[in-house]
Structures are given as structure tokens and as C-alpha cells.
């Protein structure tokens, strides 16, 4: 049976694709952060990983990074199912991390369920591909600290837009 670990700090969603898997025949190991996944993943070898990015502790990023960083680890093909991280820039620091996919949530199951077979064939028996050239250490931080202002950025442009909003239904009710 092939098993899937699922690194995914919501509860909620953590749960729903564990049943989306199990339903779909795979055996799955759930871990709520990067930490929690690696100890996981060292003591039952999963054939997949499928991590978020923003979680606590250690996001998807620094997980994937510190994946490809463990020999043991390396060969297991992993994807990234984000809602949050989802610009173009993202999935290209996911994929020079050495991520075979780079998802954005939320996908219809059957999609999801598509990918996911796709990369457990294509890499059957065979390792995940090495990333071309492999992230130094000061490049890695950098990119991630790049993708951490972005998101920032992102959250800072949403609340100004909401706090206009408020303004101008404050000016029209008075």
C-alpha cells in the first residue's frame, strides 16, 4: 500500500485530505508542521510527502530544504499544496528546493488525486530528481526570506484595501 504523508497545520484540512487518501487506498501519516514531519517521515518511510508552506514551527519551505538535506529523505518525491504561498515566485523557490510540484490549493479532488498518482509513477522505484543545482545554504535564506516579504506584502496591501473599504462605508453612513 503506498503511504502519503500529508504535513498540514489546519486540522481541518489535514483531516480531509487524510480521509481523501485512505478512501483512495493510500496508508497516510499526518504531521501538523515541518518538525513533526521529519520525525515522522524518518521513523515510516512514506513513498510521498504533500507539505503546506505556512505552518508554525517549520514551514514548508525549511522542510523541504532540510528533506533534501537528508539522504535518507532525498529520493521521496515532494509537493507542495498551498493556499497561501501562490505566486509564480513561490513555486519557483519550491521547485529549486528540489519540490517535484508545486500545487495551489484548493484542487477538485479527482485533480489533486491525478497529480499525485503522476508523480508516484513517474518516480516508482526510481529517486525524485536532485533540484539542478542545489541551493547553498545563504541562497536558500535569502529566496525564503524573499518569499516571507512577499506574503507580508501581500497581507499588508489586503488589510489597506479593507481599512478603505471601512473608510469610505464610514463616510457614506455619516
Known amino acids: 500500500m503506498t503511504h502519503v504523508l ?3 497545520d489546519h486540522e481541518e484540512n489535514r483531516n480531509l485530505l487524510k480521509m481523501l487518501l485512505e478512501v483512495n487506498g493510500y496508508r497516510v501519516t499526518a504531521a501538523g508542521d515541518g518538525v513533526e514531519a521529519l520525525v515522522a517521515a524518518r521513523g515510516d518511510r512514506p513513498d510521498a510527502v504533500v507539505s503546506d508552506v505556512l505552518m508554525p514551527k517549520m514551514d514548508g519551505f525549511a522542510l523541504c530544504q532540510a528533506w533534501m538535506q537528508d ?6 518525491p515532494f509537493i507542495f499544496y498551498s493556499a497561501t504561498y501562490v505566486r509564480p515566485d513561490d513555486e519557483t523557490f519550491a521547485l529549486a528546493l528540489g519540490a517535484v510540484r508545486y500545487l495551489i490549493k484548493p484542487l477538485e479532488a479527482e485533480v489533486f488525486l491525478r497529480e499525485l498518482r503522476g508523480v ?3 518516480w516508482a522505484g526510481q529517486a525524485a530528481p536532485a533540484p539542478a543545482a542545489p541551493l547553498d545554504d545563504a541562497t536558500s535564506h535569502a529566496l525564503h526570506e524573499l518569499a516571507l516579504a512577499r506574503k507580508l506584502e501581500d497581507k499588508m496591501a489586503q488589510l ?3 481599512n478603505r473599504k471601512l473608510r469610505d462605508s464610514e463616510e457614506k453612513y455619516r
Open 71 to 76: 539522504a535518507a529523505l532525498r529520493p521521496i
Open 120 to 122: 508516484l509513477q513517474q
Open 6 to 8: 500529508i504535513v498540514e
Open 160 to 162: 489597506e484595501a479593507a
